[in-house]
């Protein structure tokens, strides 16, 4: 089992960047695959990135592609996976969440997928003003 605490999150003017990091507990972090999903009031919960256990590049939602605004990393080490978030519009509100899949990823369509994930976290609160 594992437990997963994000924190980072803020607030931010338009335009502006912050690094979330997700910690997690356990001796075996390298052997899950990890995601970040976020969750704007009113709205469901949708995927924003996710990254393979041994690192490497990630996958994104189109929003966050553009320039390269997001990036996803891990230090297996550190137990840590980030969310690196730049160039941040008002849509990029919300409370953002880690999770955890035990395993290698097979599909991308999976990782996509809340109910694939095995751990959340608590959640960190992002705001942007305009």
């Known amino acids: 089992q594992v437990q997963l605490v994000e924190s980072g999150g803020g607030l931010v003017q338009a335009g502006g960047s912050l690094r979330l990091s997700c910690a997690a507990s356990?001796?075996?972090?390298?052997?899950?695959?990890m995601g970040w999903f976020r969750q704007a009031p009113g709205k469901g919960p949708e995927f924003v990135a996710f990254i393979g256990r041994r690192g490497g590049n990630g996958y994104y939602r189109d929003s966050v592609k553009d320039r390269d605004r997001f990036t996803i990393s891990r230090d297996n080490a550190k137990k840590t996976v980030y969310l690196q978030m730049n160039s941040l519009k008002p849509e990029d509100a919300a409370v953002y969440y880690c999770?955890?899949?035990?395993?290698?990823?097979?599909?991308?369509?999976?990782?996509?997928?809340?109910?694939?994930?095995?751990?959340w976290g608590q959640g960190t609160q992002v705001t942007v003003s305009s």
């Open positions: 356990g001796r075996t972090f390298s052997t899950y695959t």
């Open positions: 999770a955890a899949h035990e395993g290698p990823y097979y599909s991308t369509n999976d990782t996509m997928n809340r109910a694939w994930y095995d751990y």
